[in-house]
């Protein structure tokens, strides 16, 4: 069995387009810390690799069987080499959409894929430019679309990134959250 580890609807969508079966399987309250000093390229793939842990400890090993698969991401938006995490407010979002207008950053997915005996990580990388974006269509999608639980505070696949991105450069789907195209190169290598 395939579990994927992640709350996230576009996740599971993603996932479920590769036409393969899988359940989710949601441990709560995983530590998401990362060292202040690491480069910003890195850091999802670290968490990717950190929230696989908790599926494997003594409580939960017993539930997995050998050929279990858990699969673990994380999606960090990248400006000026500094995090953009989700907002924690609506001011907070709009000055993180502020700060993307008109401007080019990098979105990175980790992944983990891992059974009881073998573990398979990576990070895909994305380049999205977005057009200069007015205070009133900031407004208008930070209301409407209400964004706090997205990294950068946008989902490319919402109103905003209909109307605000230019170009891309990469994985529209590693911008919504999984690099689906990796995925599944890399479950053909992990059997």
């Known amino acids: 069995m395939i579990y994927l580890a992640s709350n996230s609807p576009r996740r599971r969508e993603l ?9 989710t399987w949601v441990i709560p309250g995983i530590d998401e810390t990362y060292p202040d000093n690491m480069p910003a390229e890195e850091i999802a793939e670290y968490l990717a690799r950190k929230k696989a842990e908790p599926y ?12 279990d698969l858990v699969i673990t991401a994380d999606t960090v938006v990248i400006l000026d080499g500094k995090v953009l995490g ?3 407010s609506r001011e907070e979002a709009c000055d993180m959409l ?12 980790g992944v983990c894929m891992s059974s009881k005996d073998k573990q398979r990580h990576f990070s895909v990388l994305t380049k999205v430019t977005f057009a200069k974006l007015t205070e009133a269509q ?21 109103w905003i ?5 230019t170009r891309l450069e990469g994985s529209y789907f590693n911008v919504m959250g999984l690099p689906v195209q990796r995925i599944y190169e890399e479950l ?3 059997e």
């Not at 996932?15 to 359940?23: H, S, T």
């Not at 502020?98 to 997915?109: E, N």
């Not at 900031?138 to 919402?158: C, H, L, N, W």
């Open 86 to 88: 989700k907002p924690a």
């Open 188 to 190: 053909r290598l992990f």
């Open 56 to 67: 494997f400890n003594e409580e939960n090993r017993a539930k997995i069987a050998d050929r």
């Open 161 to 165: 990134g209909y109307v605000g991105v």
């Open 138 to 158: 900031i407004a208008y999608y930070v209301d409407r679309y209400k964004p706090f639980d997205k990294a950068g505070a946008y989902g490319i696949q919402e």
């Open 15 to 23: 996932l479920g387009g590769l036409d393969i079966d899988f359940k």
């Open 98 to 109: 502020r700060a993307l207008a008109g401007r080019k950053h990098s979105v990175v997915t």
